[in-house]
């Protein structure tokens, strides 16, 4: 195969056990020395409402003040990798430059994860000047490369002002941006929700799309994202 990143070939291996017990989670796409650069966060020691690398017990600093804010939320958060100068780079070809196959880059480590989880996946969306710029909402890109159904329920009705070029206070303020749309409310009844992005900064984003699919009748959410 070829690396999807750095486009070197690479003999694959595909091992028995992964034919026999598998066979929903397909090979990785890129090279061992792409993958070598990154820092999984799924082993080690890790902050539960975040991923953060945290050695001590309970939440981080971080997560506590989310937690005054929002006592009644969950905190449970997997990051699959920790956020550094391979995913930057990916991030900026992919999401900014909208190079829509790079979304396979984690195809193997979504199916993995998903593969175990009953909850509906929700991705969080992107608002329409976005959509325009790129083409596509990368967090929907990344569940399609990897085959999981997901339910588009939330609306973006911000402004679509980039979370990045707000410093953090400005981003800890900002306005609800998400609204539920009125066809998945009964779909959302009830049920575990899962929510999806693509990075998880300052949790800004999944707090305000946790609370409005909290007020219209979820019944526990957790996040996931690709990096932290
Ligand atoms: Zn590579
Ligand atoms: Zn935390």
Same mark, same amino acid.
């Given at each position: 195969m070829n690396c999807l990143w750095c486009g070197r070939t690479q003999k694959e291996v595909i091992k028995l056990r992964e034919l026999v017990a598998f066979t929903k989670i397909d090979p990785t796409v890129r090279c061992d020395s792409c993958s070598g650069k990154l820092v999984s966060l799924?082993?080690?020691?890790?902050?539960?409402?975040? #991923?953060?690398?945290?050695? &001590? &017990?309970?939440?981080?600093p971080d997560c506590q003040k989310w937690k005054a804010a929002y006592?009644?939320?969950?905190?449970k958060h997997t990051a699959l990798y920790q956020y550094n100068e391979f995913i930057k780079e990916w991030i900026e070809a992919?999401?900014?430059?909208?190079?829509?196959?790079?979304? &396979?880059?984690y195809k193997k480590e979504i199916q993995a994860f998903f593969c175990k989880q009953k909850e509906l996946v929700i991705p969080i969306p992107i608002s329409d000047k976005s959509k325009m710029l790129r083409g596509f909402n990368q967090v929907e890109g990344l569940l399609e490369f990897a085959g999981v159904k997901y339910t588009p329920a939330l609306i973006h009705c911000g402004t679509? &002002?980039?979370? #990045? #070029?707000?410093?953090r206070k400005m981003r800890m303020l900002s306005p609800q941006p998400f609204k539920l749309n009125d066809v998945f409310q009964d779909s959302i009844k009830g049920k575990s929700v899962i929510l999806v992005d693509d990075i998880y900064t300052t949790g800004r984003t999944f707090f305000h799309a946790a609370d409005c699919l909290l007020k219209n009748g979820a019944q526990s959410i957790e996040t996931f994202s690709i990096s932290r």
């Open positions: 799924l082993k080690g020691t890790v902050c539960l409402g975040c #991923s953060r690398y945290w050695i &001590e &017990e309970g939440l981080c006592p009644n939320y969950p905190f992919y999401k900014y430059a909208g190079d829509y196959r790079l979304g &396979e880059l679509g &002002e980039k979370q #990045s #070029s707000k410093n």
